[in-house]
């Protein structure tokens, strides 16, 4: 049964390849000159690295060894970082410093600043039970939701996943947002809770994670469980592309305040971003959402990067400004999530942590900045030695 679902899969993904034959044209642009993603350079070029206080970043990165650490790149970093417990931010430098070797992300251009964007994990009010206060779903990862990783024939499509539905003996397309948001949803019965909001719902969907606040004071984290298949669309970009917002005015906050206040309109907004999220409940000690590592996030040192440039776990030094502002924000953060917006090389979402107060700082967050993930070096030191130095047992740090 498994084979002859790929084998309608594969059919569907090859039949929406096939397009009608274009003319060349005329000219054929030159080809551009694609470089490659890192750059290895000096401790004194990475943008900031002496002003930040990286024993913050030191515990986050100990909490992804509990996902990396086994991994062979990764295992005598990890040991390592396991011996420093309580570190002062002096100390924790020595050992990135040490062990890691930083290299300067790029676009395939050459260039080295992309798009910092911040993201949190929301509060909202709900209810275990559909009342006139309570009615807009959010759902679990319903069960005709067919997930094909496409490698399992193919190992060059590694990267691909087809997520679908069946109908008859034929894949097709899971269900868009604009149908699964109607009166008569075809998802009836996968309701995980109820929402009083549906504008703070679907930002909810674009954050990936938030908690839940019952009317008995009950706090509930929920966390992604998987997708649609759609890709995501940015309304954000609908709203400058029709000139209903300029870049000065785009926030978070503004676009929710435009939804409001147009209802009908806001909903035909909303349902032009097809892709759509499926929740879980989280155990009742996750404070914080995890992330695409499965580790809790931390805030204000956890980053979602494009995983194709960036491993994930990987400590990476980022150099922006804090949002609305002048003011440097110049810290090493450690690459523990993704997203569906976050693709290409020098492209990361901040995460600022849980609650209103973060959500205000996120959804401004939208600017320029350059990226250095650091990756463990390859050489031949005695790293024994080193860790008794970064101890004070060898005399260098006391």
Same mark, same amino acid.
């Given at each position: =049964?498994?084979?002859?679902?790929?084998?309608?899969?594969?059919?569907?993904?090859?039949?929406?390849?096939?397009?009608?034959?274009?003319?060349?044209?005329?000219?054929?642009?030159?080809?551009?000159?694609?470089?490659?993603?890192?750059?290895?350079?000096?401790?004194?070029?990475?943008?900031?690295?002496?002003?930040?206080?990286?024993?913050?970043?030191?515990?986050?990165?100990?909490?992804?060894?509990?996902?990396?650490?086994?991994?062979?790149?990764?295992?005598?970093?990890?040991? @390592?970082?396991?011996?420093?417990?309580?570190?002062?931010?002096?100390?924790?430098?020595?050992?990135? &410093? /040490?062990?890691?070797?930083?290299?300067?992300?790029?676009? @395939?251009?050459?260039?080295?600043?992309?798009?910092?964007?911040?993201?949190?994990?929301? &509060?909202?009010?709900?209810?275990?039970?559909?009342?006139?206060?309570?009615?807009?779903?959010?759902?679990?990862?319903?069960?005709?939701?067919?997930?094909?990783?496409?490698?399992?024939?193919?190992?060059?499509?590694?990267?691909?996943?087809?997520?679908?539905?069946?109908?008859?003996?034929?894949?097709?397309?899971?269900?868009?947002?604009?149908?699964?948001?109607?009166?008569?949803?075809?998802?009836?019965?996968? &309701?995980?809770?109820?929402?009083?909001?549906?504008?703070?719902?679907?930002?909810?969907?674009?954050?990936?994670?938030?908690?839940?606040?019952?009317?008995?004071?009950?706090?509930?984290?929920?966390?992604?469980?998987?997708?649609?298949?759609?890709?995501?669309?940015?309304?954000?970009?609908?709203?400058? /592309?029709?000139?209903?917002?300029?870049?000065?005015?785009?926030? =978070?906050?503004?676009?929710?305040?435009?939804?409001?206040?147009?209802? &009908?309109?806001?909903?035909?907004?909303?349902?032009?971003?097809? !892709?759509?999220?499926?929740?879980?409940?989280?155990?009742?000690?996750?404070? !914080?959402?995890?992330?695409?590592?499965?580790?809790?996030?931390?805030?204000?040192? !956890?980053?979602?990067? /494009?995983?194709?440039?960036?491993?994930?776990?990987?400590?990476?030094?980022? !150099?922006?400004?804090?949002?609305?502002?002048?003011?440097?924000?110049?810290?090493? =953060?450690?690459?523990?999530?993704?997203?569906?917006?976050?693709?290409?090389?020098?492209?990361?979402?901040?995460?600022?942590?849980?609650?209103?107060?973060?959500?205000?700082?996120?959804?401004? =967050?939208?600017? /320029?900045?350059?990226?250095?993930?650091?990756?463990?070096?390859?050489?031949?030191?005695?790293?024994?030695?080193?860790?008794?130095?970064?101890?004070?047992?060898?005399?260098?740090?006391?």
């Amino acid at each position: =049964m498994t084979r002859k679902i790929l084998f309608f899969a594969l059919i569907v993904l090859m039949a929406g390849c096939v397009g009608k034959p274009v003319k060349p044209p005329i000219e054929t642009p030159p080809p551009i000159s694609k470089v490659g993603p890192y750059k290895a350079v000096s401790w004194e070029q990475v943008d900031g690295w002496l002003l930040d206080r990286p024993a913050a970043a030191l515990e986050t990165f100990k909490n992804s060894c509990k996902a990396i650490g086994r991994r062979q790149q990764w295992q005598l970093v990890c040991a @390592e970082a396991a011996k420093l417990d309580g570190v002062s931010d002096q100390v924790a430098r020595k050992f990135f &410093e /040490d062990f890691f070797q930083p290299n300067e992300i790029r676009n @395939e251009d050459g260039s080295v600043d992309g798009l910092i964007t911040g993201y949190y994990g929301p &509060e909202l009010e709900g209810s275990r039970i559909k009342t006139e206060q309570y009615k807009y779903p959010l759902y679990r990862q319903p069960d005709d939701l067919l997930i094909i990783d496409l490698d399992d024939i193919y190992p060059e499509l590694d990267k691909y996943r087809l997520r679908g539905r069946i109908v008859g003996n034929r894949v097709v397309p899971y269900f868009e947002r604009g149908e699964i948001d109607t009166g008569e949803s075809p998802l009836e019965g996968k &309701e995980l809770f109820w929402l009083k909001d549906p504008v703070e719902l679907f930002f909810l969907h674009i954050q990936g994670s938030g908690r839940i606040r019952l009317p008995n004071g009950e706090l509930i984290m929920v966390g992604y469980a998987n997708q649609n298949g759609h890709p995501y669309r940015s309304i954000g970009k609908l709203l400058l /592309d029709r000139q209903v917002m300029t870049q000065d005015q785009m926030s =978070m906050q503004n676009i929710m305040k435009w939804v409001k206040q147009n209802p &009908e309109g806001g909903q035909l907004l909303l349902d032009e971003n097809p !892709s759509y999220v499926f929740f879980r409940s989280l155990p009742a000690d996750i404070q !914080s959402p995890p992330g695409a590592l499965g580790i809790p996030l931390t805030a204000l040192r !956890s980053l979602a990067v /494009d995983p194709h440039t960036i491993p994930l776990g990987a400590p990476v030094f980022l !150099s922006t400004i804090f949002p609305g502002t002048d003011f440097p924000l110049q810290q090493l =953060m450690v690459a523990q999530d993704t997203g569906g917006a976050i693709k290409g090389r020098v492209r990361a979402d901040f995460f600022w942590g849980m609650g209103n107060d973060a959500g205000k700082i996120a959804g401004k =967050m939208k600017q /320029d900045g350059r990226l250095w993930v650091l990756l463990p070096k390859n050489d031949s030191v005695n790293h024994l030695t080193r860790t008794e130095k970064l101890q004070g047992k060898g005399g260098d740090i006391n």
